[in-house]
T-cell receptor
Framework: NAGVTQTPKFQVLKTGQSMTLQCAQDMNHNSMYWYRQDPGMGLRLIYYSASEGTTDKGEVPNGYNVSRLNKREFSLRLESAAPSQTSVYFC????????????FGPGTRLTVT | DAKTTQPTSMDCAEGRAANLPCNHSTISGNEYVYWYRQIHSQGPQYIIHGLKNNETNEMASLIITEDRKSSTLILPHATLRDTAVYYCIVRVGSSNTGKLIFGQGTTLQVKP
């Protein structure tokens, strides 16, 4: 079991460029989440997917789009990157049963110049 | 949504117990409290969780007050490797679609 994997680990973009962050989990979980973490702060929810084919906005969805491609994969897209999107992005997949332990990916460190 | 408040930073001497408090006064009856820690910008590492009862595992103990409005994470014998940011998190929602509400965390510095 690889758990939750994310690609890429690091990325530098210029303002206005686009990119897609990939996340995959091999635990057959229904739910998947994208969080961002800015320096010195806790994680903030961008988007989440309760099940294959559904997505919902979190606290900070502006500037992002998501796709739940199948049960395993949940991607996050930046259509036109801005310096304010410089952050570390974490994909999370909670367990199916109580206590719904949260499984974190290793993170993607994105810098937008 | 339930929120958590934690002290910004704490120091602890190596080998002593580290007691990290968390306030979650608006927590609802079915919301779990989780503790995670994060070293540098690695993914958060799970430590322990609880609902109503005190809990203990190989890493730590979690003491939850009877009214559930606050909790304390106890690292019984802190080591230098326990230096990290510790997050007390409430999981809002009763199913696997619940959301994590992060505070800013407590930076624990373990000193020799």
């Amino acid at each position: 079991n690889a758990g939750v994997t994310q690609t890429p680990k690091f990325q530098v973009l210029k303002t206005g460029q686009s990119m897609t962050l990939q996340c995959a989990q091999d635990m057959n979980h229904n739910s998947m989440y994208w969080y961002r973490q800015d320096p010195g702060m806790g994680l903030r929810l961008i988007y989440y997917s309760a099940s294959e084919g559904t997505t919902d906005k979190g606290e900070v969805p502006n500037g992002y789009n998501v796709s739940r491609l199948n049960k395993r994969e949940f991607s996050l897209r930046l259509e036109s990157a801005a310096p304010s999107q410089t952050s570390v992005y974490f994909c999370v997949s909670p367990g199916q049963d109580p206590p719904y332990e949260q499984y974190f990916g290793p993170g993607t460190r994105l810098t937008v110049t | 949504d339930a929120k958590t408040t934690q002290p910004t930073s704490m120091d602890c001497a190596e080998g002593r117990a580290a007691n990290l408090p968390c306030n979650h006064s608006t927590i609802s009856g079915n919301e779990y409290v989780y503790w995670y820690r994060q070293i540098h910008s690695q993914g958060p590492q799970y430590i322990i969780h609880g609902l109503k009862n005190n809990e203990t595992n190989e890493m730590a103990s979690l003491i939850i007050t009877e009214d559930r409005k606050s909790s304390t994470l106890i690292l019984p014998h802190a080591t230098l490797r326990d230096t990290a940011v510790y997050y007390c998190i409430v999981r809002v929602g009763s199913s696997n679609t619940g959301k994590l509400i992060f505070g800013q965390g407590t930076t624990l510095q373990v000193k020799p």
